[in-house]
Nanobody
Framework: QVQLVESGGGLVQPGGSLRLSCAAS????????MGWYRQAPGKERELVAT???????NYADSVKGRFTVSRDNAKNTVYLQMNNLTPGDTSVYYC?????????????WGQGTQVTVSS
């Protein structure tokens, strides 16, 4: 069993900042990628940012230059620093974890944390 516990969501004004955290626990081994996706009402879940075990990052174009993903591998934790937030960033943010099992992968998701950007 793998558990992902997210924290840090909330209500923020446009131009503000938030920092999301996600700690993985349980049967953790061979982590490959950790990161964040988001899903707004009526829309599909989309990539926000991920970081591989080698430190390679991947960002959605809409967040480049504003969001920063980081990891603490010793704590199996991934962070998302979000700056200069806009109402378009309002969404439920999901933590994502991918582990390797030989030639296979297993994907895990957190329960989601709401981020609302509004004045």
């Amino acid at each position: 069993q793998v558990q992902l516990v997210e924290s840090g969501g909330g209500l923020v004004q446009p131009g503000g900042s938030l920092r999301l955290s996600c700690a993985a626990s349980g049967s953790i081994r061979n982590i490959n990628t950790m990161g964040w996706y988001r899903q707004a009402p009526g829309k599909e879940r989309e990539l926000v940012a991920t970081m591989s075990n080698f430190g390679l990052t991947n960002y959605a174009d809409s967040v480049k230059g504003r969001f920063t993903v980081s990891r603490d591998n010793a704590k199996n934790t991934v962070y998302l620093q979000m700056n200069n937030l806009t109402p378009g960033d309002t969404s439920v943010y999901y933590c994502y974890l991918q582990m390797l099992y030989g030639p296979s992968v297993a994907n895990y998701w957190g329960q989601g944390t709401q981020v609302t950007v509004s004045s």
